[in-house]
């Protein structure tokens, strides 16, 4: 069993910052790729930021110079730096990680999602 168990989320004013973080725990071989995506009210779950598990990174044009996105391979965990917050990053913010379990030993990788944690800018 893999979890996905993301933390930070909030309320905060425009021009504010948030850290989100994500832990992935469970029967865990290796993991690739980790992400935020988020969803806000009527519109479609996009992708925020990944990283590779080599540091390499891509983000959403709306998100470049204001988040990053980093992650500590030794704790199974990525974080999401929010900068400059601006009402329309308002959503809820979901961690995505593309695992192998113990099971599966690299061999294949599924796609595992967090629950979701609640990101509201506004005065």
């Known amino acids: 069993q893999v979890q996905l168990v993301e933390s930070g989320g909030g309320l905060v004013q425009p021009g504010g910052s948030l850290r989100l973080s994500c832990a992935a725990s469970?029967?865990?071989?290796?993991?690739?790729?980790m992400g935020w995506y988020r969803q806000a009210p009527g519109k479609q779950r996009e992708l925020v930021a990944a990283?590779?598990?080599?540091?390499?990174?891509n983000y959403a044009d709306s998100a470049k110079h204001r988040f990053t996105i980093s992650r500590d391979n030794a704790k199974n965990t990525v974080y999401l730096q929010m900068n400059s917050l601006k009402p329309e990053d308002t959503a809820v913010y979901y961690c995505?990680?593309?695992?192998?379990?113990?099971?599966?030993?690299?061999?294949?990788?599924?796609?595992?999602w967090g629950q979701g944690t609640q990101v509201t800018v506004s005065s």
């Open positions: 469970g029967s865990i071989f290796s993991i690739k790729a």
């Open positions: 995505n990680a593309d695992i192998s379990t113990a099971q599966a030993m690299g061999v294949y990788f599924d796609d595992y």
């Open positions: 990283v590779t598990s080599d540091g390499m990174t």
